[in-house]
Structures are given as structure tokens and as C-alpha cells.
């Protein structure tokens, strides 16, 4: 007999919500990194993977190993390929050891690593991209932490003169008078690790589009691990989905022990099919393949009837 080849690891999950790749690796206490290319930005960086250096920023939930150990490889990575100064957006009280942790890595390394760290409070709002900005909520874990909320702000005609034809508009406007009013529109949210908190059920996250959320724990047996270690379980989620309009939650953080068909099974005894299909795994290869093969598809279909007419 011959040892065993090693298992094959670090596959990157996928899936494609329009606009948005949400994509990364995401397994509770191994690492979390989850990348929106289209904002420019990482949620966590438990592990650096290839494609995250493409984005500038990481949004750190919160420093516990497996949100935070790919961070100087990150950093010290994007330095190499000459990407520019990473930022890191993290709650306050751990911005200090982070700078500390990040300079003694320059030291070791014996070269400058260029980074800025962003620290937030909760309720603090950056700027992202474009009309986007982010904003950071109080989640409840067992260190520091924070959730983010993504929000669109467009200008919107203000509602006395929606009824007014274009060149009456002009004029007031011409006049110097204000005529738009800002609309915040919640598009996507991470939760980071948190237990159950009144951030969760906040005006912001009940109107994101998107959510992307932790769900570490789904066995019965394991409601007291959740509650010790701060941590949703899927039971949290009957009360949530009520409240969440996302048509989309991507359930990350999922424990190495859970294995997605009994995370299914639970899912599919515990909520109606209205609620069911909304959940999306982001490790869930094969099931995300389908759909984006699905999607695939139907785009090719959609450019075929447009070269037709
Ligand atoms: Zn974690
Ligand atoms: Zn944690």
C-alpha cells in the first residue's frame, strides 16, 4: 500500500447575480474571502486567492484567523504585481493591532509594504464606487465586528415636480432651486460572523437586494455551539427570511461538518418553497454551475433573437 494522494482543496465558489460576481471561498473557522469584482471590493480575507488581488479594498468584518490570515499575503502580493496600496476597512478598536501586525510583517519581509487602514464605527458610511457606498452596521460576535451594507444613492426628481413639463423643470432649476431629492437603495449585505442582532433586522438589510450571510451551524444539536460562539443557525433564519425582501441569500460560513445536502434537508423541512429558493450556497459547486450554465444559455438565446429582429 502507498499513502493516499492529498484530498483537492480551495475550489472558488461562484455565482453570478446580476450585476454581480459574488465569488470566494467561505468555510467557518478555515476562511472566508469573498469577492465583488464589480465594486471593487473583498468582504474578509481568510485566505488570498488569485482573483482577490484584482480588488483594492477588504472590508475586514472582523479579525478572528480565518477572516484576516490571507491579509499580509494580500497586501504584500499586490505590492509585487505593483496593484497599488491595498485598504483595509475595519472596526476601530482593531485598527491599531492591525497597522502593528502589518508593519512587523514589513519588517520581517525586510521591504516597505504600502497600506492603509480605513477604521469605521458602526453607522459610518465610505464612499465605494460610482453612486455606491458602504455603510457599517453593529453585528454582535465574540471580538470587534462589523457588518457592511452596500447602498446605491441616486438623485430622483423630488415628487412636486414630477408633473411638470421639461422646460418648467429647466427653469427652476436655472433658478438655482434644488430639484432632486437622493434615494438610498440597499443593494447587497454581509453579515461577517455574528449572532442574532437588531442590525440584522435593520430597515438597510431588510431592503437589500442581495444578502450575503454567515449560517455556520444547521444540526439541532448544535444551537448551544451557535449561541456560545455567537453564531447564526439556520433556526435564526425563520425569523429573518420574514423580514429580508432579498431575493437572493448566500449562505456562507458554512461548518466543515455540514455537508450541503443535509444543509438542503434542513432547509427544505424548515421552509415553505416561496422562502426555500431563495437560499444559495456559495460553495455549492455543482448547484452553481448548473445555474450559470442556465444563465449562460439564456443570454446566448436572448443575443440570437436581438441579431434576428
Ligand atoms: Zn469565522
Ligand atoms: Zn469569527
Known sequence: MIPKMPAREGQVGFLFIPPFRIQGMSVAGEQTVIQIPELDVNFDMGQCTRSSLTSNRVMLSHAHMDHLGGLPYWLSQRHFQKLGVGQIICHKEIADPLRKMIESWSELERQKTPFEVIPMEPGDVIPLKGSMVIKAIETMHTAPSLGFVVIERRSKLKAEFRDLPQSAIKEIR???????????????????????????????????????????????????????????????????????????????????????GYANKCIDEMFKPEIRERFRFLMDHKGNRKRYEKQASAAMEKQKHLSKS
Not at 434615494?183 to 442581495?210: F, H, M, N, Q, R
Not at 444551537?223 to 453564531?231: P, Y
Not at 433564519?237 to 461538518?257: G, K, P
Open 174 to 260: 436655472n433658478r438655482g432651486e434644488e430639484i432632486t431629492d437622493i434615494v438610498e437603495i440597499p443593494t447587497i449585505a454581509y453579515t461577517g460572523d455574528t449572532e442574532p442582532c437588531e442590525a440584522l433586522k435593520s430597515p438597510e438589510l431588510a431592503e437589500s437586494k442581495v444578502i450575503i450571510s454567515e449560517c455556520t451551524f444547521f444540526s439541532p444539536e448544535h444551537r448551544e455551539r451557535a449561541r456560545i460562539g455567537k453564531h447564526l443557525h439556520i433556526r435564526d433564519f425563520i425569523e429573518l427570511m420574514e423580514i429580508w425582501q432579498a431575493q437572493d441569500v448566500v449562505i456562507t460560513h458554512v461548518s466543515r461538518r455540514t455537508s450541503l
